[in-house]
């Protein structure tokens, strides 16, 4: 489903991580760093959904361990029965919670899952609106791909195309670039046959878009890249894009 809002109306912020942040980078908080940092207040309230990996407990505590003291951290569970019942998933309750962060962190999993259970829940609307009025939605893997159109996801066994992503970003998607043996061919093989141009991005970057804009590319390990990759003439042509490295310029660089 995609956004019929006029693209110049859109005040938030979309931070696609091909992998890293918390669930991935224990010891190099740099990506989630510049997430936080984007917030227009200080402590930022961030709401982890973790719909991906079926609210995963672990991936949960992983959450809460990053970033309990540094920010005003909550959740927004919806297969776990038991959270389900303390706040009901209804659209006017998700909408409420969600209207009061400043950042929606959506975890890793099956995309394709997750899709579904949002839009039997309205999230999908209602962060949308939430992206228009000018919150700042971030994840990581299936986090990615959620925001696009169309993506190369694992969620249906191989690496697949998804087909029916959420549209806020135009084009396609591919995390863990360099993280998952198969992914660049599987991705170049998709455009090829028709998928969408897009992006891809490693372990360790992350694309930074204001409203549907890609505005730059940042990473937490000095060797991780994003790309650009379209059809040109029958071939796929895969063009590296200008990253800024967040750590300092003397550590790091083997990471």
């Given at each position: 489903?995609?956004?019929?809002?006029?693209?110049?109306?859109?005040s938030g912020?979309?931070?696609a991580?091909?992998?890293?942040g918390?669930?991935?980078?224990?010891?190099n908080?740099l990506?989630d760093?510049?997430?936080?940092?984007?917030?227009?207040?200080?402590?930022?309230?961030i709401?982890?959904?973790?719909t991906?990996?079926?609210?995963?407990a672990?991936?949960?505590?992983?959450f809460?361990?990053?970033?309990?003291?540094?920010?005003?951290?909550t959740?927004l569970?919806?297969?776990?029965?038991?959270?389900?019942?303390?706040?009901p998933?209804?659209?006017?309750?998700?909408?409420?919670?969600?209207?009061?962060?400043?950042?929606?962190?959506?975890?890793?999993?099956?995309t394709?899952n997750?899709?579904?259970?949002?839009?039997?829940?309205?999230v999908?609307?209602?962060?949308?609106?939430?992206?228009?009025?000018?919150?700042?939605?971030?994840?990581?893997?299936?986090g990615m791909?959620?925001?696009?159109?169309?993506?190369?996801t694992d969620s249906?066994?191989?690496?697949?195309?998804?087909?029916?992503?959420?549209?806020?970003?135009?084009?396609?998607?591919?995390?863990?670039?360099?993280?998952?043996?198969?992914?660049?061919?599987?991705y170049r093989k998709?455009i090829k046959?028709?998928?969408q141009p897009g992006?891809?991005?490693?372990?360790?970057?992350?694309?930074?878009?204001?409203?549907?804009?890609l505005?730059?590319?940042?990473?937490?390990?000095?060797?991780?890249?994003a790309?650009?990759?379209?059809l040109v003439?029958g071939?796929?042509?895969?063009?590296?894009?200008?990253?800024?490295?967040?750590?300092?310029?003397?550590?790091g660089?083997s990471?």
């Open positions: 489903m995609g956004s019929h809002v006029s693209r110049e109306k859109i912020r979309i931070v991580l091909g992998g890293g918390f669930s991935m980078e224990l010891d908080s990506l760093d510049f997430i936080l940092s984007l917030a227009p207040s200080q402590p930022a309230r709401c982890f959904v973790p991906a990996s079926s609210d995963s672990a991936y949960l505590l992983k809460y361990r990053a970033f309990s003291g540094r920010a005003i951290a959740d569970t919806l297969s776990d029965q038991a959270a389900v019942a303390r706040r998933a209804h659209s006017s309750e998700i909408q409420s919670h969600i209207a009061s962060q400043d950042i929606i962190y959506v975890g890793g999993g099956n394709a997750l899709l579904a259970i949002w839009r039997a829940h309205s999908d609307q209602v962060l949308r609106d939430a992206w228009v009025q000018g919150k700042i939605l971030c994840g990581i893997s299936a791909i959620c925001w696009f159109h169309d993506g190369l249906f066994g191989g690496l697949d195309p998804l087909g029916d992503g959420l549209g806020f970003l135009d084009g396609s998607a591919c995390p863990h670039y360099d993280g998952e043996k198969g992914r660049p061919d599987a998709a046959d028709g998928m992006y891809a991005a490693d372990d360790g970057a992350a694309l930074h878009f204001h409203g549907a804009e505005v730059e590319v940042v990473t937490s390990r000095k060797k991780a890249a790309y650009r990759l379209e003439n071939e796929v042509i895969e063009t590296p894009l200008e990253a800024r490295y967040l750590g300092s310029s003397d550590v660089a990471a």
